[in-house]
């Protein structure tokens, strides 16, 4: 095959995947005033036009040349208050660290204090925990594919699967039945059908019993797995479904009546495809792995659709009342894109960004836009709340915290037209209004030129780290939403990945330190910060504690879930790959020698810093370079600290960690 033609093919559709996000429409949208209403459809064959219309229309212009582009611009699809997650003081164990207290969020292992639940690629593990005999392995549950997560709610026990696809065919369309990228009319573009055929599985077990766990059902539906919290027994499955489509048209030649003519062309291709292959269904398994129902995953009166369309791609909220488990899934539809999820004890928010490719208009605030959709949890059932858009693109779940019925939400926007790339940081706080999030207060323009590292929100207080040569971390009074209000500022070399609060006054950072190079900086190795914001106004540095050289990494640099902190006993333990320079480094940019793999174990106080206790190995392998790290986790019960990766749990006193350790293999 000619290469230039595949990746055309492949960049083809990139900008497929990206178009089908807006219509031309709704895309010119760089307003405060939100996205509308959304209303349900009444019946089927008004979704399945709906769904035909929005795949059918969701072109672009053919030529690259914007310095003359029409007004009209088409957007599309980018690709997760405070909360702890630890011992309030009553529990002998860590939890999942989450961002909402409350709000329970997935991660790859769980435990009741008894047991631990570990999840394996096609298996959960159940390790009896006694810091008096030791460990021991309990008992295990097969899970039909890959375990992308566990909640576990009382003697319930839900794993997150991730089921693989019968059919291996790579590209969709013609090619997919036989033919060959190269045979495809050369003005239609497929995708790869992967993008199409993501499934989610949710395995049901009852743990009452840990030596004897039962299934209680299994459920599968189509569309990719984005996130879920566990709130008050009921859990919310976020997923997100495109359709596998045949060949269609996606450019025309400038001309309107061309544009029309390939819609038109395109509606004709999309006539003989029913409705149950444009939106998600499901099988239900029983205990014995039986299927014994099937169907559409969301009714079509079930379903909602955006006052201002936003492509074929449909998001799915699946719900399950752990409390019964028995029962039948419950599930809400909307016909467009989320790709990262916030969730109060009250509500839950989707986001996903909008993107403006017309750099000729300089009334554009930002290049990029989030689109953001709010669901009220408080009644019987999911229902819409509304939807806003703000300036900027966001980082992760952490920009966004809910207070007092306000959302703060955190992003970062830019202006192609201005010479440095106009990167600004801002603050919008929003209020539900009539089906609307309107933005009622904002705080813009922050640290020009550099990038939005971390953002916490805690109670009517933000925190937001960005980072260029040095790392300054601003402080934010959001007391009052309609005038949010830039605190304090402090300078300090590298940079904060994540933000925990320590305390009502302190925040618990962890991040890389750097060194500014001539116009440059290059991070260097991990560091741990404890600040004290008592002032609020002259946030101070308490302590700094450095870990490794260039090239050290932990898996809680991006991930919180790996970040432990149990505020009980002020212990912390975080997931290191630890590289050190053997010889004085001849340059910034110089990497150190991986010598270590494991989890690193602190007793954090805001008085007294950071004490080293001790650090277990989880892996026996030095490499100079590169590689793939698996995920790994701490543990703290009673005297006893873990160190979990998918196949060992290894275990020690906290306060004699080198002479009193356990090694338990999980085969």
Same mark, same amino acid.
């Given at each position: 095959?000619?290469?230039?033609?595949?990746?055309?093919?492949?960049?083809?559709?990139?900008?497929?995947?990206?178009?089908?996000?807006?219509?031309?429409?709704?895309?010119?949208?760089?307003?405060?005033?939100?996205?509308?209403?959304?209303?349900?459809?009444?019946?089927?064959?008004?979704?399945?036009?709906?769904?035909?219309?929005?795949?059918?229309?969701?072109?672009?212009?053919?030529?690259?040349?914007?310095?003359?582009?029409?007004?009209?611009?088409?957007?599309?699809?980018?690709?997760?208050?405070?909360?702890?997650?630890?011992?309030?003081?009553?529990?002998?164990?860590?939890?999942?660290?989450?961002?909402?207290?409350?709000?329970?969020?997935?991660?790859?292992?769980?435990?009741?204090?008894?047991?631990?639940?570990?999840?394996?690629?096609?298996?959960?593990?159940?390790?009896?925990?006694?810091?008096?005999?030791?460990?021991?392995?309990?008992?295990?549950?097969?899970?039909?594919?890959?375990?992308?997560?566990?909640?576990?709610?009382?003697? =319930?026990?839900?794993?997150?699967?991730?089921?693989?696809?019968?059919?291996?065919?790579?590209?969709?369309?013609?090619?997919?039945?036989?033919?060959?990228?190269?045979?495809?009319?050369?003005?239609?573009?497929?995708?790869?059908?992967?993008?199409?055929?993501?499934?989610?599985?949710?395995?049901?077990?009852?743990?009452?019993?840990?030596?004897?766990?039962?299934?209680?059902?299994?459920?599968?539906?189509?569309?990719?797995?984005?996130?879920?919290?566990?709130?008050?027994?009921?859990?919310?499955?976020?997923?997100?479904?495109?359709?596998?489509?045949?060949?269609?048209?996606?450019?025309?030649?400038?001309?309107?009546?061309?544009?029309?003519?390939?819609?038109?062309?395109?509606?004709?291709?999309?006539?003989?495809?029913?409705?149950?292959?444009?939106?998600?269904?499901?099988?239900?398994?029983?205990?014995?792995?039986?299927?014994?129902?099937?169907?559409?995953?969301?009714?079509?009166?079930?379903?909602?659709?955006?006052?201002?369309?936003?492509?074929?791609?449909?998001?799915?909220?699946?719900?399950?009342?752990?409390?019964?488990?028995?029962?039948?899934?419950?599930?809400?539809?909307?016909?467009?894109?989320?790709?990262?999820?916030?969730?109060?004890?009250?509500?839950?928010?989707?986001?996903?960004?909008?993107?403006?490719?017309?750099?000729?208009?300089?009334?554009?605030?930002?290049?990029?836009?989030?689109?953001?959709?709010?669901?009220?949890?408080?009644?019987?059932?999911?229902?819409?709340?509304?939807?806003?858009?703000?300036?900027?693109?966001?980082?992760?779940?952490?920009?966004?915290?809910?207070?007092?019925?306000?959302?703060?939400?955190?992003?970062?926007?830019?202006?192609?037209?201005?010479?440095?790339?106009?990167?600004?940081?801002?603050?919008?706080?929003?209020?539900?209004?009539?089906?609307?999030?309107?933005? =009622?207060?904002?705080?813009?323009?922050?640290?020009?030129?550099?990038?939005?590292?971390?953002?916490?929100?805690?109670?009517?207080?933000?925190?937001?780290?960005?980072?260029?040569?040095?790392?300054?971390?601003?402080?934010?009074?959001?007391?009052?939403?309609?005038?949010?209000?830039?605190?304090?500022?402090?300078?300090?070399?590298?940079?904060?990945?994540?933000?925990?609060?320590?305390?009502?006054?302190?925040?618990?950072?962890?991040?890389?330190?750097?060194?500014?190079?001539?116009?440059?900086?290059?991070?260097?190795?991990?560091?741990?910060?404890?600040?004290?914001?008592?002032?609020?106004?002259?946030?101070?540095?308490?302590?700094?504690?450095?870990?490794?050289?260039?090239?050290?990494?932990?898996?809680?640099?991006?991930?919180?879930?790996?970040?432990?902190?149990?505020?009980?006993?002020?212990?912390?333990? =975080?997931?290191?790959?630890?590289?050190?320079?053997?010889?004085?480094?001849?340059?910034?940019?110089?990497?150190? =020698?991986?010598?270590?793999?494991?989890?690193?174990?602190?007793?954090?106080?805001?008085?007294?810093?950071?004490?080293?206790?001790?650090?277990?190995?989880?892996?026996?392998?030095?490499?100079?370079?590169?590689?793939?790290?698996?995920?790994?986790?701490?543990?703290?019960?009673?005297?006893?600290?873990?160190?979990?990766?998918?196949?060992?749990?290894?275990?020690?006193?906290?306060?004699?960690?080198?002479?009193?350790?356990?090694?338990?293999?999980?085969?």
């Amino acid at each position: 095959m000619n290469l230039v033609k595949f990746l055309s093919v492949i960049l083809l559709s990139s900008i497929v995947l990206i178009s089908c996000g807006t219509t031309e429409e709704s895309s010119n949208n760089n307003k405060d005033t939100g996205q509308g209403t959304m209303t349900v459809f009444t019946n089927e064959d008004e979704l399945e036009a709906f769904l035909k219309e929005q795949i059918a229309s969701a072109v672009v212009e053919y030529s690259f040349d914007t310095t003359e582009a029409e007004t009209d611009t088409t957007g599309g699809s980018g690709n997760n208050s405070q909360g702890q997650g630890n011992s309030d003081g009553s529990q002998r164990y860590s939890d999942t660290n989450v961002q909402e207290s409350g709000v329970d969020e997935s991660d790859k292992i769980k435990t009741d204090g008894n047991y631990l639940y570990l999840a394996q690629e096609q298996a959960v593990k159940i390790i009896k925990l006694d810091t008096n005999e030791g460990m021991s392995v309990a008992g295990s549950i097969a899970a039909r594919e890959n375990i992308e997560s566990l909640h576990l709610y009382g003697s =319930i026990l839900v794993a997150l699967y991730l089921p693989a696809d019968d059919n291996d065919d790579f590209w969709c369309g013609d090619a997919s039945a036989g033919g060959t990228v190269e045979s495809l009319p050369s003005i239609s573009v497929t995708m790869p059908c992967w993008i199409g055929r993501s499934r989610t599985g949710v395995l049901v077990i009852n743990v009452k019993d840990p030596l004897k766990p039962e299934r209680i059902k299994d459920l599968i539906f189509d569309g990719e797995l984005v996130s879920s919290r566990l709130i008050n027994g009921l859990l919310h499955i976020i997923s997100r479904f495109r359709p596998t489509l045949p060949p269609l048209e996606y450019y025309y030649d400038r001309a309107q009546d061309e544009k029309s003519d390939v819609v038109r062309r395109n509606l004709d291709a999309l006539k003989d495809v029913p409705l149950h292959d444009l939106v998600p269904s499901f099988e239900l398994f029983d205990k014995d792995g039986k299927p014994f129902d099937s169907g559409l995953l969301v009714s079509a009166e079930d379903f909602m659709k955006p006052g201002d369309p936003q492509g074929s791609m449909v998001v799915s909220i699946t719900t399950l009342d752990l409390n019964s488990p028995e029962v039948d899934h419950e599930s809400t539809g909307a016909v467009l894109d989320a790709i990262h999820v916030y969730a109060s004890t009250s509500s839950l928010y989707l986001a996903s960004e909008i993107w403006n490719y017309n750099v000729a208009d300089e009334d554009i605030v930002s290049a990029v836009q989030t689109a953001i959709h709010k669901f009220n949890l408080t009644g019987k059932s999911i229902s819409f709340s509304g939807s806003g858009l703000v300036p900027g693109s966001i980082l992760n779940q952490f920009s966004f915290g809910e207070y007092k019925d306000i959302l703060r939400v955190a992003t970062s926007s830019w202006n192609w037209n201005t010479d440095s790339g106009g990167e600004r940081n801002n603050v919008y706080c929003l209020k539900e209004d009539e089906n609307k999030l309107a933005i =009622i207060g904002r705080l813009e323009n922050l640290a020009p030129g550099e990038h939005l590292y971390a953002a916490r929100f805690i109670g009517d207080k933000g925190y937001l780290v960005t980072f260029e040569k040095v790392d300054p971390l601003f402080t934010l009074d959001l007391s009052d939403p309609s005038d949010p209000e830039l605190m304090g500022e402090l300078k300090v070399p590298g940079y904060s990945d994540y933000i925990h609060p320590l305390g009502d006054n302190h925040l618990l950072t962890i991040g890389k330190d750097a060194i500014p190079y001539e116009s440059w900086s290059y991070y260097q190795g991990l560091q741990l910060t404890i600040f004290d914001v008592t002032d609020f106004k002259n946030p101070v540095l308490l302590h700094k504690e450095p870990v490794g050289d260039r090239g050290t990494e932990s898996e809680a640099l991006h991930n919180h879930k790996a970040f432990t902190y149990w505020s009980e006993k002020n212990l912390l333990a =975080i997931p290191i790959d630890l590289y050190e320079h053997q010889l004085k480094p001849q340059t910034p940019w110089e990497r150190g =020698i991986h010598v270590f793999s494991g989890l690193y174990v602190y007793r954090v106080k805001s008085d007294d810093g950071f004490s080293f206790l001790g650090r277990i190995s989880t892996s026996n392998s030095t490499l100079q370079y590169d590689r793939f790290y698996s995920w790994s986790r701490g543990l703290f019960l009673e005297d006893r600290v873990y160190a979990i990766t998918p196949d060992t749990v290894n275990s020690a006193a906290i306060d004699d960690i080198n002479n009193t350790m356990e090694v338990l293999p999980v085969k």
